[in-house]
């Protein structure tokens, strides 16, 4: 029988407090990874106390530290952190994301920034600073979406943002692949998670026609998908974005 078993390895997960980011942290350090939860430091605190009571919970190989993806010195000074406390860095799982749903007419310089900034940009910033940093033969996983292959109404921001991680992601696996260093990302259909919640329910009930499932994606589902990425199963797939839908195509 074969298991995946990442002791020893050292990951990051930005955007780690919750939804996706956190079942993914939660799935490697089963694996036995140790797991940096990264968060977004915001006015209230409600992401920190997310992120650092997820660690806590985790219990050992267990840690969150801040980052906004946006700001490159901000994430060298994290990733910097990483390296100097466990000594390397293996594994990158891009999770960080937003939504600022609204059709083109509607939508805003600055809903149109924001999203860009954070969903595709963040995922450059992150990779350009963590690659020098990974140690030969690691893993870059990068959360597409569905709606970067199908693109949705009222999400020009977001699926442009998320077909930018499918091409950047085929870039960077050519980039990195003297290093052994893989390259991947996943595109969930709808989740349900926070984020997928915030889908009028009127909207989801219409996807659910889509779905050959007939159901939506839990967290886990998506964040086991990552897991084998992360795995040395996984070491002959590079370039790839694994679609994890239930059978939705059009």
């Known amino acids: 029988m074969t298991f995946i078993d990442l002791s020893g390895k050292v990951a990051v997960v930005t955007g780690a407090g919750r939804g996706l980011g956190l079942a993914t ?41 801040p980052a906004d993806v946006r700001d490159r010195a901000a994430l060298e000074v994290m990733l910097d952190g990483v390296i100097d406390r466990f000594g390397r860095l293996d594994i990158v799982v891009n999770n960080a994301a937003i939504l600022r749903d609204k059709s083109v007419k509607k939508m805003t310089d600055d809903e149109w920034s924001d999203v860009i900034d954070t969903n595709l940009t963040g995922v450059y910033n992150v990779c350009k600073g963590a690659q020098s940093r ?18 949705f109404f009222g999400q020009a921001n977001y699926s442009s943002a998320k077909a930018g991680v499918i091409a950047l992601t085929k870039v960077l696996s050519k980039e990195l692949a003297p290093r052994n260093i893989t390259v991947n990302a996943v595109a969930p259909g709808v989740v349900l998670t926070e984020m997928g919640q915030s889908i009028p329910e009127n909207v989801r009930e219409q996807m659910l026609t889509n779905i050959p499932l007939r159901r939506f994606g839990e967290p886990r589902e998506i964040a086991n998908v990552i897991l084998f990425l992360c795995s040395d199963l996984a070491s002959y797939v590079t370039g790839q974005t694994i679609h994890v839908n239930g059978g939705w195509w059009g």
């Open 25 to 65: 942290a939660t799935v490697l350090h089963a694996a036995g990874a140790t797991v940096v939860l990264n968060y977004f430091e915001d006015r209230e605190g409600i992401n920190q106390n997310l992120a650092q009571s997820a660690a806590t919970a985790l219990g050992d190989r267990a840690i969150a530290l």
């Open 134 to 151: 990974l140690a030969t033969g690691g893993r870059i996983v990068s959360m597409a979406s569905i709606s970067g292959v199908l693109g």
